[in-house]
């Protein structure tokens, strides 16, 4: 079982910058596939984007130009440089793995953009 811990939300204006960390239990020298999604209130988890290996990257298209997501295999860390936040940002974000076919998930960690 692979534990997977988020940390780095917080409160930030609109046009502020965040950066999510996520960092799993074991090292992510090996997995291929890593990502965000979020969960805003009322409303399905949906896709932030992923990482493929140790630089393609996908996103969708609410964050393309805006999220850029990273990992540091050193420090065993992926992150997720959030710039230009919007209030529609607003949500619960969370780290996966994906490894032998299966999403490992952290917590989560709260992002709230608010005047």
């Known amino acids: 079982q692979v534990q997977v811990v988020e940390s780095g939300g917080g409160l930030v204006q609109p046009g502020g910058s965040l950066r999510l960390s996520c960092a799993p239990s074991?090292?992510?020298?090996?997995?291929?596939?890593m990502g965000w999604y979020r969960q805003a209130p009322g409303k399905q988890r949906e896709l932030v984007g992923s990482i493929f290996g140790d630089s393609a990257t996908s996103y969708a298209d609410s964050v393309k130009g805006r999220f850029t997501i990273s990992r540091d295999n050193v420090k065993n860390t992926m992150y997720l440089q959030m710039n230009s936040l919007k209030p529609e940002d607003t949500a619960v974000y969370y780290c996966y793995i994906s490894e032998g076919g299966i999403h490992y998930w952290g917590q989560g960690t709260q992002v709230t953009v608010s005047s």
């Open positions: 074991r090292s992510i020298f090996s997995i291929y596939v």
